[in-house]
């Protein structure tokens, strides 16, 4: 991350602030994150506002000064006395997504103190601004993609894909302009706002949509996944109605306190797999010039969520070790949160395996994933289909009906040779086909 946009303040001037306070929500590439403060103090001053977008990590937001002290000394208190406005960073290198930096030194500094916005203090040093870009054709500023995108929340973003609502024509109401749900439903398109025919025809016939932050990371990793990886796949059909029939069961004796869904038994199936063959539960690694398979001693599943800006992976972690109604539970919240932009980084950042359910689409019979890196295989799980199956009776021929499921995995062929990725696939098959062995 070297840049993100301020969200909504929890806080404002002169407020007091204690250890796990969120203090502002801040909006990354990839999720929406509240940013708690860890220290006692009172916030001072606010330097960045609600709805400022593409602001360089470093760069200070706040001011906070110790309890007690008095604030009005920094009421006219600018940016430019923290040290003024940084350049953003050049791009670094990527590192892999489950590698997760180490956390910065903290410690307890005199005050007044300026918060930039990885929640570091800023050093009083200054530095030059960063000199605005303009644009030769019409000396207007360059903008990025985040400062085209409309400034929404992701449900109010949702909302309006679902209402074919145009999102830019909307006048939100929330901190910094920004548009709500609230908007969304309200929305009226204006008396005569229709085009005319003349104008429909001189227009365009298509739109340029800029591809926000998330839409480019996501892009970027999976042409990284699909040129470095040699993927192979393997398929097969499960026969699901005993799982059926056990989860239906469980269901009815659940008293409210839970609903388990298919997923959730195939996710827990994936992770017996994973322990009874622990070379697809591993990853290729490259560090320190040294290439090594890393082979993880749990199972963390990726469980695939569409969200309304793109999918997230937010990740179940030691599955081999809890229950189904514990999975359950967890990929609920994790779903729920996933589609609000509520993910913590440490919630979707790494994972040992992932799983791709679109089951709930009766017209995909199957499909193939493509592998999250730097993971070495995925399942990706077609619809339940019920199939008629021929049986033998003292009568004759008969057929009975069967619920089946196609899956197929992909697997990295640099960790994975076919033989294991096909012996992966049968530990799954037959762990689905008999899941009271779910229940060990």
């Not at 619809?383 to 990295?412: C, H, L, M, N, Y």
Request: contains cysteine.
């Amino acid at each position: 991350m070297t840049a993100g946009n301020i969200g909504t303040w929890q806080k404002k001037a002169g407020d007091s602030v204690s250890p796990g306070d969120v203090l502002v929500e801040i909006e990354t590439d990839k999720a929406q994150m509240d940013f708690e403060f860890q220290e006692e103090g009172v916030l001072a001053k606010i330097l960045k506002e609600a709805g400022e977008k593409d602001v360089a990590v470093g760069n200070p937001i706040a001011v906070m000064i110790e309890e007690g002290e008095d604030v009005a000394p920094f009421e006219s208190f600018t940016l430019e006395d923290a040290g003024g406005e940084k350049a953003p960073p050049k791009e670094a290198p990527k590192e892999e997504a489950a590698e997760s930096s180490e956390p910065p030194e903290s410690g307890s500094q005199t005050s007044p103190s300026t918060l930039d916005k990885s929640g570091q203090e800023a050093e009083s040093k200054s530095e030059p601004a960063a000199e605005s870009q303009e644009s030769e054709l019409s000396g207007g500023r360059l903008q990025t993609s985040l400062d085209r995108e409309p400034n929404a929340s992701p449900s109010a973003k949702a909302l309006a894909l679902e209402k074919g609502v145009p999102i830019k024509a909307v006048k939100g109401s929330g901190p910094g302009g920004r548009v709500t749900k609230q908007d969304i439903e309200k929305y009226k398109p204006a008396a005569g706002s229709a085009p005319s025919a003349s104008s429909a025809a001189a227009a365009q016939p298509y739109e340029d949509i800029p591809a926000s932050s998330m839409r480019k990371t996501i892009a970027n990793r999976l042409v990284q996944s699909f040129n470095q990886n040699p993927h192979y796949f393997v398929s097969t059909t499960l026969s699901v109605s005993k799982l059926l029939k056990l989860r239906q069961a469980l269901n009815a004796s659940a008293d409210g306190k839970y609903k388990l869904s298919v997923n959730d038994f195939l996710v827990k199936a994936c992770a017996v797999a994973c322990k009874k063959v622990p070379t697809v539960n591993s990853s290729w690694r490259e560090e320190g010039g040294q290439t090594v398979i890393r082979q993880h001693n749990t199972v963390d599943i990726s469980v695939a969520v569409a969200t309304p800006i793109g999918l997230m992976t937010p990740i179940v972690k030691g599955v081999e070790a809890i229950g189904l109604q514990s999975i359950s539970a967890q990929i609920k919240d994790l779903g729920k949160r996933a589609r609000d932009g509520k993910l913590k980084p440490e919630e979707y950042q790494g994972g040992t395996f992932t799983i791709s359910n679109m089951g709930m689409n009766a017209a995909v019979e199957r499909f193939t994933a493509v592998i999250n890196p730097p993971q070495a295989g995925i399942l990706a799980v077609g619809t339940t289909r019920k199939v008629a199956i021929p049986v033998d009776s003292e009568d004759g021929t008969g057929v009975e009906w069967e619920d089946q499921i196609v899956v197929t995995g992909s697997f990295d062929h640099k960790v994975v040779d076919g033989a294991v990725g096909g012996e992966w696939i049968r530990e799954f098959k037959k762990v689905v086909e008999n899941p009271l062995e779910l229940m060990l």
